[in-house]
């Protein structure tokens, strides 16, 4: 059974450009959360999508947002980028029951520069 | 609002001896779930194991258990006959809604 994919695994983008990070859910898990992991801290809760509805968002500017698609595929949007937005980005799924398992993908590595 | 607090951000230890890595967290819930996630350098984030706070009964998953103290809100891990692929940055976690949240991690070096 394929895990969570995310893609791209890397990028580099400019200051004030706009990126675009995507997650596939192991089947069968309708939901999906993203965390931003700054190097050398733990991860920090983004967003949480359940049956593509937004769930919860965590203390991030409006210049992030998010998405989920019908088969509960992710995409997270960060507009304007910053230099601090260079981070790790995590996606995880799980079946959305209260204490489920979360699977966490290999991430997406974003440079700013 | 809650908040996890790793107090050890490096530890070292023997192959196969035993370590325990410290956590305490903060909240005003009496039902959550907490959990230990070990990230290795290939990035991916591991759950190791996973506490549900209503049950009184420490969690264990082969070589690795850990010592819950719900009043003191405490949640330490110990590994067992460490073994070299158990080198990790390793995360306690509190979960509620499922929106997790993480400790800054404590990285674990096994020497040989």
């Known amino acids: 059974d394929a895990g969570v994919t995310q893609s791209p695994t890397h990028l580099i983008k400019t200051r004030g450009q706009h990126v675009t990070l995507r997650c596939s859910p192991i089947s069968g898990h309708k939901s999906v959360s993203w965390y931003q992991q700054v190097l050398g801290q733990g991860p920090q809760f983004i967003f949480q999508y359940y049956e593509k509805e937004e769930r919860g968002r965590g203390n991030f500017p409006d210049r992030f947002s998010a998405r989920q698609f019908p088969n509960y595929s992710s995409e997270l949007n960060v507009n304007a980028l910053l230099l601090g937005d260079s981070a790790l980005y995590l996606c995880?799924?799980?079946?959305?029951?209260?204490?489920?398992?979360?699977?966490f993908g290999q991430g997406t590595r974003l440079t700013v520069v | 609002a809650q908040t996890v607090t790793q107090s050890q951000p490096e530890m070292s230890v023997q192959e196969a001896e035993t370590v325990t890595l410290s956590c305490t967290y903060d909240t005003s819930e009496s039902d959550y779930y907490l959990f230990w996630y070990k990230q290795p350098p290939s990035r991916q984030m591991i759950l190791v194991i996973r506490q549900e706070a209503y049950k009184q009964q420490n969690a264990t998953e082969n070589r690795f258990s850990v010592n819950f103290q719900k009043a003191a809100k405490s949640f330490s891990l110990k590994i067992s006959d460490s073994q070299l692929g158990d080198a990790a940055m390793y995360f306690c976690?509190?979960?509620?809604?499922?929106?997790?949240?993480f400790g800054k991690g404590t990285r674990l070096h096994i020497l040989p």
């Open positions: 976690a509190y979960d509620r809604d499922d929106k997790i949240i």
């Open positions: 995880a799924s799980s079946t959305g029951l209260r204490g489920s398992e979360a699977f």
